[in-house]
């Protein structure tokens, strides 16, 4: 199997995660945390990386980490081999700690960063570890809210100022903002990302595409580069549908929403806007038309002749 879409240039911001080799355990003890997060510390004196947020799990980790100078790679040599090191030296043990690569997905900051640091801090609460992020304290939400002095490495103003210039008040309204999702389904923002790689409004995939991925031929180890550059707007599935479902326009909306969901790439907020409806809507939406499409031949068939001459794959859909 190819290695995954690597995107790397200055000023760019990524979700990583790195997990335990067979899910194996990576923090077994108070220390190692510690420890790991000595190497978060080094990675930004030594090569400059900005880590906006961090959750430490059992198993794996997640970072919402920006490299200025587009040195990801190195960064997370960096982090990886040195607590690969350092583990492996305390418990005596040889080979890989993490399994394969970390896995990196470009996002568009000015619309994504507030929405995957919540993600970031509800990590233990959707592993049932605890009830409250705020009880966990192995993550930057206590940084974030207040509740501890954040390290001098973890850069929490730029996600705090879009919510207030004001610091207490930024940090109320964060941690609202968190809470607002304790007690619902949550959809996580990773799955809308393009080929598994980049995750964004429409503009940023075609900027990235254009001054990033043009010149890269799409082979075996760039799984997913023909899917970014192929990517189907709204606007495009809007047209073809309205053309095939002109006799229904009820049906031909949800056939729109349904498929704009699934194929688009676009953000649940970006849908909704196209149809005047709530981001939970869309995927409501999305959902029970799903479920009717595996209990409706004739509409099946109608929808899959869309997807054909749309040019897209009935595959299993993200998650």
Same mark, same amino acid.
């Given at each position: ?6 995107? *790397? ?124 992020? *705020? ?21 929490? !103003? ?42 964004? !409004? ?11 991925? @043009? ?13 970014? /550059? ?11 549908? @309205? ?16 498929? !704009? ?7 649940? @907020? ?14 409501? /939406? ?13 509409? @099946?068939?109608?929808? *899959?002749?869309? *997807? ?12």
């Amino acid at each position: 199997m190819g290695r995954p879409l690597r995107i *790397e240039y200055a000023g760019a911001c990524y979700h990583v995660t790195s997990r335990g080799n067979e899910q194996k355990e990576v923090f077994k003890s108070r220390a190692d945390r510690e420890k790991f997060l000595s190497y978060l510390e080094s990675a930004t004196v030594r090569y400059g990386a900005v880590i906006h947020a961090f959750c430490l799990m059992g198993n794996h980790y997640h970072l919402l980490l920006e490299p200025p100078s587009g040195n990801l790679s190195q960064i997370m040599r960096h982090i990886n081999g040195a607590y690969t090191n350092y583990f492996n030296a305390k418990r005596k043990r040889a080979g890989h700690l993490f399994q394969g690569r970390y896995k990196a997905i470009l996002i568009e900051a000015d619309q994504y960063a507030m929405e995957l640091s919540r993600y970031v801090h509800l990590n233990p609460v959707r592993a049932g570890i605890v009830d409250q992020p *705020e009880a966990y304290e192995w993550s930057s939400h206590r940084d974030y809210i207040g509740q501890r002095k954040a390290p001098e490495w973890l850069q929490t !103003s730029f996600i705090l100022g879009y919510f207030s210039t004001d610091i207490g008040t930024a940090r109320k309204k964060y941690r609202q903002f968190v809470e607002d999702l304790l007690n619902q389904d949550y959809e996580s923002p990773l799955g809308q990302a393009v080929a598994s790689a980049i995750l964004g !409004s429409e503009a940023f995939i075609a900027t990235i595409d254009g001054e990033h991925l @043009r010149d890269r031929q799409p082979d075996r180890n760039l799984p997913g580069l023909n899917k970014v /550059a192929a990517r189907l707007t709204v606007e495009r599935i809007r047209e073809v549908v @309205r053309e095939r479902f002109a006799d229904d326009e009820g049906l031909a909306e949800k056939v729109c929403i349904y498929l !704009s969901h699934r194929y688009s790439g676009a953000r649940l @907020r970006e849908i909704g806007a196209h149809f005047v409806i709530g981001e939970s809507a869309v995927s409501q /939406a999305s959902r029970r038309f799903a479920q009717k499409l595996a209990e409706d031949g004739e509409l @099946r068939k109608r929808v *899959e002749m869309v *997807e054909g001459f749309l040019n897209v794959s009935r595959g299993t859909p993200d998650t």
